[in-house]
């Protein structure tokens, strides 16, 4: 049925859209670019209006190949500004922070934080420089890209019902008007009108996870490496990336704006996620609760001295939430609409473009065919519960490790270890995929091993995932049948050691290597590792997702090296005065 046509029934189909996209954060906006610029007749809505407040700020480097792969794949080359720092800062805004580490440091209430119980995960510069966004600019630049290709947008126009017949659906607005579209897809967070309509959140939530959340913005937050006790030193300072303090039931985020010498933005992102069962809502106001808390650790505190909250603070019951299904006929769940779990390790938005990247070709085969069968949506299914099941496990067991320091120090090594196979893989993926413009190359990205829970015994990553589980079921132990948590760590470190896929020259298994670093010499080791020792398997893995990228590293269009030399230069005391700045409160 094309434009101009009457439907069976005789309504006017002239304005019908090919897909309806309810939500116009990163998620929305990122999907309607790729789509539109793809042929397809898109009509993006929301409720609101950007510039609008959000969080999910933090990247990481498998968010940032993905989008990488979501720029090449569907031609919208404005997407791969958004995986390196330089590239938000020199196309997009200059109100960005630098993420160049996660950095984890270990609390006890009422005691001085032990500088021996740091964990660092340094961010190889070989890869990129990722990003601390500032969402209300980084999505409003993301909308008017999609606009640029051809998407209707429709703001302060909440969409109050949806029908679904046989040629597509019908979407009710507020105030009054209706739009229609041969599918909807909805973004748009925990009030979905679809999960409402056809009651699809899960009652209770199947997750392990509990968290509740208490978030603002801050002006004057220092940087914890001046108000700390001093450690041995890493590669680069706390404040220059996204740190965690974390403590017995929760932790807390602080995400700097203003942490580079560029720096335009004095905003600082801050939040505790806590567990409920442990710390419960107390009967005060989210100021109060967040002064108490700053009260039971000392250099959390010194690190919030003077500083004050800019925003309305947002404080939230438990935030986890289930879907029984993301796709029906001609309608799709994506990112937080579906589900969501907790911000913890940044997963928030790389689970995000892993289902944008699946369902836009999807999509696009459907308009082609005018197929919009549920069984060609089948797989998103599969992926979205996949993903939401995965992070559960992440993170309710990260949450078990965060009640005793040996257990996180285990546990952080696990975590570790996800991170770069994933990052291997992505990496080779993208290559090779540039070499070949061949999409079957990404199918890995698809059907992600790493993530798999059950698995054939004659997989060559039989092994990794043997592991992964072994190590679930230890921190499940823990919390549940009472397994001492030392006991557990030492069981993990073991495994690790035991283990020949392990990359030696990372530290993973050594407890006394608090930071994780691919410096260069480590890497030419690891890359006669992979070809000399790792399981071939696992060595053509890992020798792919380091070489493979590294090649990459300065074609054209990849990464923006003049922004790069800026930013090297700003940090030069004199060389750089130019390029800084200036202070308006020393102006």
Known sequence: MVSGQLAADGRDVQDLHDVAIIGSGVAGTILAACLARNGAKVVLIDAATHPKFTI?????????????LLAERYKVPEIKHLSTFEGVYAHITTQCGIKRNFGFVYHRAGERQDPAQRTHFQIPKILNTEN?????????????????????????????????????????????????????????????VLADKFALREEPTRFRHHSRSLFNHFTGVKPFDDVAKPDKGFPTRWGEGTLHHMFHGGWMWVIPFDNHPRATNPLCSVGIQLDPRIHPEPDCSPDEEFQAFLAKFPDVAAQFEGARPVRSWVRTGRLQYSPRQTVGYRWCLTSHAAGFIDPLFSRGMSNTMETVHALTHRLLDAIRDDDFSVERFSFMQELEQGLLDFNDDLVANAYVAFGDWRLWNAWFRIWALGQIIATFEVNRAYARFLQTGDTAVLDPLEHAWWRGKAFAEDSPYAPVLELLREVSELCQAVQREGLDAGEAADTIMRRLKEADFIPPAFGLADPKMLCLDAKFFGILRTLRWARKKA???????????????????????????????????????????????????KC
């Open 56 to 68: 999910g700020e933090s990247t990481i480097p498998f968010t940032s190949m993905m989008l990488r």
């Open 132 to 192: 601390h966004y500032f969402r209300q600019d980084v999505d409003s630049w993301m909308l008017s890209v999609a606009v640029k290709y051809g998407t209707t947008v429709r703001q302060q126009q909440p969409v109050v019902d949806v029908d679904i017949d046989d040629d597509g659906a019908t979407l009710k607005l507020a105030p009054g008007g209706t739009l229609r579209a041969k599918f909807v897809v909805d973004a748009s967070g925990h009030k979905s």
């Open 535 to 585: 399981p071939p398997a696992i060595g053509e893995l890992t020798y792919d997702g380091l070489t493979l990228f590294m090649k990459k590293r300065f074609a054209k269009g990849e990464f923006e090296v003049t922004e790069e030399f800026r930013q090297f230069l700003a940090g030069r005391r004199y060389l750089g005065r130019k390029l800084r700045i200036p202070d308006p409160l």
